[in-house]
């Protein structure tokens, strides 16, 4: 093996904005949905809208990562590029709930 293996490299699951034409316009696409609608194979992974293909309805996009020219896109369109965080749900919220029962953690 040549060259350095960044072993803490990020890895996305790609979608292309010219994808997300099957939603109509005002939709909320999440990865949940894309995973439903078949644009995302099994794969539960991170999620990073791309800039290939244009987008003509505004759209609300939650996504973990969007490239410059996809956000700008987006919001060209009338929609909103919003981005998700990378941790579960249910750790967030129970490492919220640390301090509200307890304030002397």
């Known amino acids: 093996l040549r ?29 949940d949905v894309l995973l439903r609608k078949g644009i995302l194979s099994g794969s539960r992974g991170l999620v990073k809208i791309l800039g ?15 490239s410059r020219s996809a956000r700008t896109k ?3 369109a009338g929609g909103t590029a919003t981005v998700i965080s990378r941790v579960s749900d249910k750790r967030s919220d129970s490492q919220a709930s640390v301090g509200k029962d307890n304030p002397d953690q």
Do not use: M, Q, W
């Open 3 to 31: 060259g350095f293996t960044n072993i803490d490299r990020t890895e996305y699951v790609r979608v292309n904005l010219a994808r997300l034409r099957l939603f109509d316009g005002g939709s909320d696409v999440t990865p």
């Open 74 to 76: 987006i919001e060209a």
């Open 52 to 66: 290939g293909g244009d987008l003509s309805v505004p759209l609300n996009v939650k996504a973990h990562a969007f």
